[in-house]
């Protein structure tokens, strides 16, 4: 059974701050303060049998990257988002929270936000080809934010992206290539069977064709991305969940033999004809 992500009195110290934020921007100038009242424990709703328990107003955000659009999904009526110790907020993200009345709290380093665990830890894998410029301090750098995370040998691009091909079908995992003809990278990783690559010269556009697609591969160039955008780029597609597999990309049912016979390799047949 997962323990709840906050306790009451960690609860109560949140309402306590806000609280006192309140008063102080209330309270004339040269004003003594007033001793800050007790806030009573707030009751924690009781945890649901698949999932970790909430609070009435308070609303745990799992994401790293802290976007308008992470914050358009928390519900109604709430007033505080409990975010990860090392979450990455956005001016949109920001501008999002304020317009919704919502104050956005960092939570202490190893707890999980509270609307629910950490997403299943998937292999990541991070590779270079063909890059000018020093592509070396990129991928460094994304292994660092990564945790966990594997980088693959620079090599060709032809090899880099069949080494990539066969880990992320045979491991299920997810992964980031650093190329400088970055087109030609994810023509030549999507005929390898289970990869989903995808590119884009922006962050907004490459994400939201990564979520489209249900891509395992982005494919990047680094002289249209600062190391900032590919550390936040790679913190998203690593902790979020990619979701179902549009059925167009789906792998084709395997075909039989035209005869009406079974695969053509294990078929006699030889004419088609009987």
Known sequence: MNAPA???D????IVREVLRRIQADLRPAGATPPAAPAAPALPVAKAPAAGPSTVAGVFGLAEKLVTAASLATIPAGTKTVMLRHDALITPSGRD???????MLVRGAKGAHAASGAAPASRPFFVAAAECPGDSATRTAGLVRTLPGAQQLPATGLTDVVASLGLHLARDGGRGILLAG????????ANRSPGV????????TTLLAAAQECAANLLVI???DFSASSLERIGSTLAGR????????LSPPAAAGCPCGGPQPAACSCTTHHH
């Open 196 to 203: 989903r690559a995808v590119t884009a010269r922006d962050t």
């Open 181 to 188: 003809r970055p087109h030609v990278a994810v023509a030549l």
């Open 6 to 8: 906050f306790t009451p």
């Open 241 to 248: 969940d990619p979701g179902p597999v549009p059925a167009e």
């Open 96 to 102: 999002a929270a304020r317009a919704a009345g919502c």
């Open 10 to 13: 960690q609860i109560a110290r």
């Open 221 to 223: 160039a680094p002289r």
